[in-house]
């Protein structure tokens, strides 16, 4: 069984660093000299008493941490998360349901991107940082947070680490995992206060330029504005957001690996190639069509090509202009980026571009063997091999994500919306892109019924870790005595 104690003092060791980003949402409501200053204090103060009494339930837990203890700390971390995160909403009067706060939370801690939320630009500083905030923290994962210290608490983040990392791969930086996550950490935190300071040198108000940074690096894509970015009409503004974007997709162990000159041998660039070849290529064929069908010219076309490329292929979810007025062609390619998804490691979603090269090198071994029956082909990735039970495991992964949105589609549809909304919009639920078209194409999906905020919200969890984290719970064999 579960080690129920020790799960509890982890759990409650998160609700009190959750209690300490209310804080600071706090001290920004009260510079602001804003009204939700109690809101926060009271949710803050109710967070930190909740895993005050957890963490004293399990303080004379037994030191053993088994990797089903892992897999259930992850996934109830996420549903704490979004529990804690509805506090201020809840209390700050802003006249949402449990349901309608509950799906905002999880939407930013999954780093989704879809809202709930009407008139953004009306909301007080102290509420939109906390947006912004929750999407920066559930990015990369608080989990990665407790894999840094839960050595001091005399346990060990192997098993978490292993439940948390997107990808079929868990690169590695350093044998001691808590290592790993410090130094990923330092680097998330270094990339957003870069990307702050020059959005603030172009001129977008340091408030926007931080909320901004925080959702870019997170690829989350929660705007401080209704219209998103496009109320910064801006060329710098939006060529620093694509950069960013971009960098934010590529995986984090391979990104500090680039930037250490000791260990730059150990890039596996197959990834970062498809990844980078399918974001040029996409750019230029989509900054064609704009010039030849809508007689744009080269430079305004390249940028809002690249805007949006970068944005859906990492699942940020930042609009520039209205994509519906684009030509009919450049949506298909729109609509595989949001499938693909960018790097494992990353903070983005969709499928990943490792599994789609796995897919790719599998199937096209499968022709070879046919044609040569007795030839040798393994399949590698870089210089790493890739077993049969990793290959088999992405073409379950990749069965699932399309399996899953199928089956919500087809009970998104029975409930009345349209099939392209219904398909687009499950899709990136489960695939954390945060982009749809038809009625769920606009900037709030407010209109959707309690029952569909609840189950949007389970395919956001479902989908930020991967399927089987998550549905592992639901498997008698998790919960058998062993």
């Excluded at 990735?381 to 089956?407: A, H, N, W």
Aim: glycine share 10%; proline share 3%; charged share 10%.
């Amino acid at each position: 069984m579960i080690n129920g104690r020790f799960i509890s003092r982890i759990l409650g060791l998160l609700l009190q660093v959750i209690a300490i980003f209310l804080l600071i949402c706090a001290a920004v409501a009260w510079g602001y000299g804003e009204e939700d200053l109690e809101a926060f204090l009271l949710s803050a103060l109710i967070t930190m008493a909740s895993g005050g009494i957890m963490m004293l339930f399990g303080r004379k837990a037994p030191q053993k941490f088994s990797i089903r203890d892992g897999y259930f700390i992850v996934s109830a971390t996420w549903v704490l998360w979004s529990l804690a995160g509805t506090l201020p909403f809840l209390l700050g009067g802003y006249q949402m349901s449990f349901s309608a706060a509950y799906y905002e939370c999880m939407s930013a801690f999954t780093s989704t991107g879809f809202t709930a939320m009407d008139n953004i630009d009306s909301l007080p500083h102290g509420i939109l940082f906390w947006r912004s905030l929750m999407q920066w923290i559930g990015g990369l994962g608080i989990v990665f947070f407790t894999i840094a210290i839960l050595p001091y608490f005399g346990g060990t983040g192997v098993h978490l680490f292993a439940a948390e990392m997107t990808g079929p791969t868990k690169d590695k930086l350093h044998p001691r995992v808590a290592i790993t996550s410090r130094r990923i950490w330092a680097m998330y935190i270094a990339i957003t206060l870069l990307e702050a300071a020059l959005l603030s040198l172009g001129g977008m108000p340091l408030f926007d330029s931080f909320c901004h940074s925080l959702c870019t690096t997170a690829t989350g894509g929660f705007s401080t504005q209704q219209a998103g970015m496009s109320v910064y009409d801006s060329a710098y503004i939006q060529y620093v957001v694509s950069i960013f974007m971009f960098v934010s997709g590529i995986n984090f162990v391979t990104l500090y690996s680039l930037f250490s000159s000791r260990r730059r041998k150990r890039i596996q660039g197959d990834e970062v190639k498809w990844y980078t070849g399918s974001t040029l290529l996409c750019t230029l064929f989509i900054a064609c069509a704009l010039v030849y069908f809508s007689g744009r010219d080269w430079e305004p076309a390249f940028r809002a090509a690249l805007f949006q490329v970068t944005s859906i292929h990492t699942s940020t979810g930042f609009t520039s202009e209205d994509l519906t007025v684009w030509p009919s062609c450049t949506w298909f390619p729109l609509v595989l980026l949001m499938i693909s998804g960018a790097s494992s490691g990353s903070t983005t979603g969709g499928a990943k571009c490792i599994r789609l090269l796995i897919l790719y090198r599998a199937v096209r071994n499968e022709f070879r063997r046919i044609v040569h029956p007795n030839a040798v082909l393994p399949l590698r990735i870089g210089k790493q091999p890739i077993g049969t039970q990793t290959v088999l495991t992405v073409f379950i992964c990749i069965f699932l994500y399309v399996g899953f949105s199928l089956f919500f589609a087809f009970l998104c549809m029975e409930s009345g919306y349209s099939f392209v909304g219904s398909i687009s919009y499950c899709a990136g639920c489960i695939g954390n892109t945060g982009a749809a078209f038809g009625e769920f194409g606009g900037s709030s999906c407010s209109f959707l019924s309690p029952a569909w905020k609840w189950a949007s919200s389970f395919m956001m969890l479902v989908g930020r870790l991967e399927f089987f984290t998550i549905l592992l719970l639901f498997t008698p064999q998790f919960w058998k005595h062993q």
